[in-house]
């Protein structure tokens, strides 16, 4: 854990171990893979650029990548930054494909299953849904464009001038880096397990670095001697939809209100790694939190160690949303507890539970182990998360239609939930069995039964199957945890007008409507 005062480090102390079979402990000098912290990274490379006027963010991604399909739209580079493109995030890709966290996945499988997608989450420009894959074509631009590696560009560019020789794009996985804190999960026996991310292409991840190298890095946003004040500016430009929305995502940062300040910040969770970086501008104050075990909360740490750092703010506090469920109405004047349930989203499966005790609503998020989100009422018909900034509307049943929630969060899709009845099995499981393809994937699929239960297998790519755990009659979800790419991927089955099941609908909130046609 990392503070700095504009880049100059005030605390830094590493706690517990990078390794745990040779007993290596953690440092400030410890090399940690940061996730989706990356993305600053490479939006900073797109940056450099831009000022060099070989890219304009305005750019079709196509002039770079022309065998990205033509959706009929112009997807822009500005649009890929700010993950409004549309394009449906690759994890999902990836786990059709057979594959998990701890295969090696280059740049070319991930480039050549964007170029093979045929449809877009929404129009360009129109919604803001976070995808990864944006990310992955910057760093192949970037590469393009000035003829070397995305690591090459970014070394020379970035991080040697800032001095950051502790950082890399880990894009070999074979690469060695001497005392690299390793990402562990707990197993099921309460014993550590080791993570392994084999991943080889850029862009989206796979920045390494050190807690001492991201104070070099929050310095150039005080004291700019890359880019200068123009390249600090444009990466705290926010996005904006087609209509004029303006976005709280930046240049690969988030930007948006804690503690009574502004913020700007990203995280990262992958293959055992919990990172982020928060900074208060106003107070020139930057917490970094790397961690290497699933169960780290990277986030709430760093709240709990700015809360030290920062003096209370000055003047009124801003209104907030009640805590007290006694002082506002119930909903639709009844007990809270009447809300309680399973709630799915009929289109990805996702699910949300739930859970009254002593007049508090709480939301678990699909099978997350971590512990669920208070929901706060802040009017007859409206939840916010605790802490954030999510609302939930509650529709009460009305005649057929089952209650339901509805997801608002700014730009972001509007997603409703409805209510359904769990379902612990489902007969005549055999109808579902069969081979299922698609063109915009390299593999097809086999849904089997095994022990009593749906299993999806890629034909010809890994052995490894993902379990089906039944939500209603043809609505599936995953329920096997650890190495899968997507969590909370929904699978529905379609029937044709005789009812016989014809198709295969794989879903998550970031990649939508994988459509797989039935073979036998």
């Not at 609503?361 to 971590?370: D, F, I, L, N």
């Not at 339901?404 to 005549?428: G, I, K, Q």
């Amino acid at each position: 854990m990392g503070v700095y005062r504009a880049g100059e480090i005030v605390f830094s102390k590493g706690y517990g171990y990078a390794d745990l079979e040779h007993e290596d402990p953690i440092t400030d000098a410890t090399p940690f893979y940061t996730a989706s912290l990356s993305k600053q990274f490479t939006a900073a490379a797109v940056q450099l650029l831009v000022a060099d006027g070989k890219l304009s963010l305005d750019d079709d991604v196509r002039k770079y990548v022309p065998e990205l399909a033509d959706f009929g739209a112009r997807i822009t580079l500005d649009q890929l930054l700010h993950h409004t493109s549309g394009l449906r995030d690759y994890h999902l890709l990836l786990q059709l494909e057979g594959l998990n966290e701890e295969d090696v996945i280059t740049s070319r499988e991930v480039l050549w299953l964007l170029s093979h997608q045929r449809t877009l989450n929404f129009p360009p420009g129109t919604h803001q849904l976070y995808s990864s894959s944006g990310y992955v074509l910057l760093a192949e631009i970037v590469a393009r464009v000035s003829g070397e590696s995305f690591h090459a560009f970014l070394e020379h560019r970035l991080l040697q001038p800032l001095g950051m020789t502790s950082s890399l794009i880990r894009d070999d996985h074979a690469r060695l880096i001497p005392h690299k804190a390793i990402g562990y999960a707990i197993g099921p026996d309460e014993q550590p397990r080791v993570l392994v991310a084999n991943l080889e292409y850029a862009g989206s991840s796979n920045f390494v670095t050190t807690i001492r190298d991201l104070a070099k890095w929050d310095a150039n946003f005080y004291d700019p001697r890359v880019g200068g004040p123009a390249f600090v500016a444009g990466m705290r430009a926010r996005g904006k939809l087609t209509d004029g929305t303006e976005l709280d995502y930046a240049m690969g940062l988030e930007e948006y209100e804690s503690h009574g300040r502004h913020v700007e910040s990203h995280d990262g969770s992958f293959a055992g790694y919990r990172a982020v970086m928060t900074r208060y501008p106003t107070e020139r104050l930057t917490v970094a939190v790397l961690c290497n075990t699933t169960r780290a909360n990277a986030d709430a740490l760093e709240e709990k160690v700015a809360a030290v750092f920062l003096p209370e703010p000055s003047g009124e506090a801003p209104t907030v949303a009640a805590t007290d469920s006694a002082a506002v109405p119930a909903p639709f004047g009844h007990d809270l507890a009447s809300i309680a349930g399973l709630y799915a989203d009929p289109f990805t499966m996702e699910t949300r539970t739930l859970e009254t005790t002593d007049g508090v609503v709480h939301m678990r998020v699909g099978h997350s182990t971590t512990a669920p989100r208070e929901l706060v009422p802040v009017g007859p018909s409206d939840f916010v998360v605790k802490g954030g900034r999510t609302h939930y509307g509650y529709q009460p049943a009305q005649g057929k239609q089952p209650a339901r929630l509805v997801r608002v969060s700014r730009a972001e899709l509007t997603r409703t939930f409805v209510r359904v009845d769990p379902v612990d099995r489902v007969d005549n499981l055999g109808e579902y069995a069969g081979r299922y393809g698609s063109d915009e994937l390299a593999h097809d699929i086999e849904i089997r039964i095994e022990g009593g239960h749906l299993v999806m297998a890629a034909v010809g790519g890994a052995m490894r199957g993902t379990a089906f755990k039944p939500v209603a009659r043809d609505f599936f979800e995953s329920d096997d945890e650890g190495w899968r790419f997507a969590d909370d991927v929904g699978w529905r089955f379609e029937r044709d007008g005789r009812g016989r099941v014809v198709r295969l609908v794989a879903s998550t909130d970031r990649a939508r409507g994988v459509v797989l046609t039935r073979r036998n």
